[in-house]
């Protein structure tokens, strides 16, 4: 079946640091992308998606490409903030927002000050 | 717009006892919830499905007499733990979908559950 694989936490980063981190996914077909990011003791939102190959995703100074020939979606960031610190999910989904979404085992971001 | 609400946000209780945990549209209708389980430090494990007026389809090893799940109008589902014990603390999150066409899901805050 489908499957996400991102890269284990924590990761930890000054601020105004790069940050990277990588997703990769296995799936048939044409799967929607997404990064998903849960805040402390809140629920996910949605950060970015990307619906097909080639496509970048970006909000808030995220951003991702879709790259069907290497099955993977990284997150970047430039110049990360505190307040960035959370999980962040990577997962798929066969629709474009989708109702049969795979989530990414997730990872944790630290920012220290 | 798109706000998903869950009540209670927090809840602790004795062993035995059993929780209901409700998931609101606030600001549009939804034909279909979904409820997922997190476990600490891990990813959400989608749990079951629910569309209005239907019963809901559980995923595979998630037990729906101990999981029950309503779904009795457009704008709420809820989610009743029966008899819970210890090993059903957990963090459990609804979403919901817009009626018509390729929606997003629209997250609820999650509901912490802790049973002693």
């Known amino acids: 079946g489908d499957s996400v694989t991102q890269m284990e936490g924590p990761v930890t980063l000054s601020e105004e640091a790069f940050l990277t981190i990588n997703c990769t996914y296995t799936a048939t077909g044409y799967p929607s992308l997404f990064w998903y990011v849960q805040y402390p003791g809140e629920g996910l939102q949605l950060l970015l998606k990307a619906t097909k190959a080639d496509d970048k995703g970006s909000n808030k100074g995220f951003e991702a490409t879709y790259r069907k020939e290497t099955t993977s979606f990284h997150l970047e960031k430039g110049s990360v903030q505190v307040s960035d610190s959370a999980v962040y999910f990577c997962a798929l989904s066969d629709l474009h927002y989708g109702q049969n979404f795979v989530f990414g085992p997730g990872t944790r971001l630290s920012v220290l000050p | 717009g798109a706000v998903v609400s869950q009540h209670p946000s927090r809840v602790i209780c004795k062993s035995g006892t059993s929780v209901k945990i409700e998931c609101r549209s606030l600001?549009?209708?939804?034909?279909?919830m979904f409820w997922y389980r997190q476990f600490p430090k891990q990813s959400l494990m989608l749990m079951a499905t629910s569309n209005e007026g239907s019963k809901a389809t559980y995923e595979q090893g998630v037990e729906k007499d101990k999981f029950l799940i309503n779904h009795a109008s457009l704008t709420l589902s809820t989610l009743t733990v029966t008899s819970a014990h210890p090993e059903d603390s957990s963090f459990y999150i609804c979403?919901?979908?817009?009626?018509?066409?390729?929606?997003?899901?629209?997250f609820g805050d999650g509901t912490r559950l802790s049973i002693l």
């Open positions: 600001d549009f209708q939804a034909t279909t």
């Open positions: 979403s919901a979908i817009k009626m018509g066409g390729d929606q997003p899901q629209h």
